[in-house]
């Protein structure tokens, strides 16, 4: 039986040169991280995805790696990192760690030799062509800040493809030679302990554009199978975990019953999400989830409600997406590359606590695996003043001290400014500020969060839609080795009554709610909810 740990894991993800300054330079790093891992073990996190922190010009927040086998300087030597994974596994929490293969950065010395000569054996490394593509303004990622996703390189003579900025060239992954040097990346850090990685991009790394392949000739999906393939033999229970906005018709190809990706972020259950929030219904994400495919064998979908880019909101029609940034972004700088919001969650949702803790339970009721981005369990805001998705990079706010507790240096030398002004400035928004309040949003996640590991129906168990005849509750249900499960989420501000009657199920107990409900509900009795109100319920009675 292979070892499925990421179905019920709670994931938090981890920017390391934003978390924990121990050096006091002004920039986190290991040493730091390795420091807090108490928060996040009290937490109760149980798995650590780490944003790059490989060699790297920066110019895109570590994404434009020049070296894929060591630490930036900046966040310590490879020793640290070691030191690290240890503290890691000393609490039991594994590491998967970003793995960015779609390109490198221009300064890479792959890329560096490529461009100097033709005849390099790098040059087939990347994507070139000899004339300007007539696609060369087709397919931007970045729309309003690309211009062209193919640009002219004087020493080369010649074009390169790069789908994201002009700095960051795409790899030529149909080249067996950047395909065995990719699963020799994997091999050198599955030596040093990670459980997997998060695939960066990979609709782009898979894509043939701009390749000169003969039709039919190469099946671009081969190469995620190698990489799992690859992976499985070196370490047993490591797992892929891909960020790919997909329509959900591509997701059996990406999942191959769990013999490629074994984690898909879901994007179109994200944005639905949000519709639904905006809008007050659970309509939109009930929805969603009645068109969500099952992931055959292994796989499994990871839900999140904020990461470290914008929140893409492509997938909705030009309506929904208005409607959406009317609720959560009105003003043109919270809005980004005509599709998104550069926002964290808290101040989209004005601070309402009751919301939030609304989101965040559905973040851990949903089917799959949850997965957190930093400060989210404090409720920080983001910095507008700062370029593109920098807004929601700013440093972790430890307490109400100099530099937020995240670093001694002079405020001057910072890797990134202290969010310090308004109702989400570190003064009012800090951990150590959280741990004393009963009733904080860091107290109610790390409850919600305990409340999920001790509910494997979620993470393993089969779900089913509980219809209770009402378009703003959503409700699940969840089976799991006789065990059952119920979650009921109310995403109107007023309060709801109705009753709750699901076949075979006599009577439900509290686990969880947004008040301290005690007393059990006997099938057709009346659940009454508060506005934003959720509940957690275990199943007991004869059973189909």
Known sequence: MPNLWYKNAIVYCVDVEKFMDASGDGTGDFAG??????????????CIWLNP????????????????????????????????????????????????????STDHPWFQAARSDENS???????????????????????????SIWSYDRTAKAWYLHRFYDHQADLNTAN????EEILKIMGFWLALGVSGFRLDAVPFLIDTKGMKLEPGSFDPYSLLTEMHDFMAWRRAGAVLLAEANIPYSDAPAYFDGGDRMNMIFDFMLNQHLFLSLARGTAAPLR??????????????????????????????????REEAFAALGPDASMQI???????RLAPMLEGDMSRLKLAY???????????????????????????????????MQWADEPNAG???AATANLIQPILADGDFGYQNVNVAQQVREPGSLLRSITRLVQTRRSTPEIGWGEWELVDVGRDDVLALSYSWRGARVVTVHNFSPEPVSFPLEIDGIDRFEPLLADHDAQSAILRGETLDMAGFGFCWLRCDGPRK
């Open 33 to 46: 991280l390795a420091d807090r891992l108490d928060h996040l073990e009290r937490l109760g996190v149980t």
């Open 53 to 104: 922190f490989f060699p790297s010009p920066n110019r895109d927040n570590g994404y434009d790696i020049t070296d894929y086998y060591g630490v930036d300087p900046r966040y310590g030597t490879l020793g640290d990192f070691v030191e690290f994974m240890h503290a890691a596994r000393d609490r039991g929490m594994r590491v998967i760690i970003d793995l960015v293969v779609n390109h490198t």
């Open 121 to 147: 054996p790098f040059r087939d490394w990347y994507v070139w062509s000899k004339e300007k593509p007539e696609n060369a303004h087709e397919g931007m990622v970045f729309p309003g800040v690309q211009d």
């Open 176 to 179: 067996p030679a950047v395909r």
């Open 287 to 320: 929805h969603t989830l009645q068109n969500r495919p099952r992931p055959d064998g292994l796989g499994q979908w990871a839900n999140f409600l904020r990461n470290h880019d914008e929140l893409d909101l492509g997938r909705l029609s030009i309506a929904e």
């Open 337 to 343: 590359y005509e599709r998104g919001l550069r926002r």
């Open 361 to 395: 339970s559905l973040l851990f009721a949903l089917p799959g695996t949850p997965v957190l981005w930093y400060g989210e369990e404090i409720g920080m805001g983001e910095n507008l003043a700062l370029p593109e998705r920098e807004a929601v990079r700013t440093p």
């Open 406 to 408: 995240f670093s001694r």
